[in-house]
């Protein structure tokens, strides 16, 4: 079963506007991260942000925040703001802490984000 | 500094021919992992290890191996077997478990894009 979705193949914003993409998670336990990664055209793999599921805040990272509803299991990425050099795609990562998994980590199939100038 | 590092950035095969991937990391992680990445899509698990000497199956494994002598160094070879290893692969570390003021995140390496001639 697939443990991240993401349903937005492709996003548009405006450049200094707002924008939201969508991750929603399936897990059974109770402990577990959730994570954002920015991939350019380049490659690369960029970390963005965190949060952990006892993490009563949501995680904030300079113009990154990650809207993380638990009951309703999704943890958005909000990028405020938004820049030229924010188009790339972004993915979704969740993993477990159990002992026997705890160290996989699993991938949502990406939000391409192009900002307009 | 610390980080991964994959070689080479780009790797030319002709059919038939294994090929090895490097990947070294310099973060002291247990856990190591290879992903690949098609045009426009998400990652797919390869192989992953938690510990010297050990490693498990990812969900494409077929027509890939790995080894884990060293606990910085955790090499890919593609072999012939691959139907079609055209893609771009990136190997990633993480530590094992959560540790409290750790970092739970995968690290990840540039990337070698292999392609078949």
């Known amino acids: 079963a697939q443990k991240i979705t993401q349903t937005q193949p492709g996003m548009f914003v405006q450049e200094k506007e707002a924008v939201t993409l969508d991750c929603t998670y399936d897990t059974s336990d109770q402990s577990y991260g959730l994570f954002w990664y920015k991939q350019p055209s380049s490659g690369e793999m960029i970390f963005l942000i965190y949060?952990?599921?006892?993490?009563?805040q949501n995680a904030t990272e300079g113009r990154y925040s990650l809207n993380f509803q638990k009951a309703r299991k999704s943890a958005n990425l909000v990028i405020s703001a938004s820049q030229l050099g924010d188009s790339a795609m972004y993915f979704c990562a969740m993993r477990d802490i159990p002992t026997n998994t705890g160290n996989q980590f699993y991938f949502g199939t990406g939000t391409s984000l192009t900002v307009i100038p | 500094d610390g980080g991964i590092t994959q070689s080479p950035k780009y790797l030319f095969r002709k059919e038939g021919q294994n090929v090895t991937l490097s990947c070294e990391q310099n973060?002291?992680?247990?856990?190591m992992y290879w992903y690949r990445q098609d045009p426009g899509q998400g990652l797919r698990l390869i192989y992953y290890s938690q510990i010297v000497n050990d490693f498990q199956k990812g969900d494409i494994a077929e027509g890939y191996s790995v080894s884990r002598e060293k606990k910085e160094s955790f090499p890919l070879t593609v072999t012939s077997a691959q139907k079609n290893p055209t893609a771009f692969y990136l190997c990633a570390s993480s530590q094992t478990g959560f540790v409290m003021g750790g970092s739970p995140k995968q690290f990840f390496g540039p990337g070698t894009r292999l392609t078949v001639l």
């Open positions: 949060q952990g599921s006892y993490d009563e």
């Open positions: 973060l002291n992680h247990d856990a």
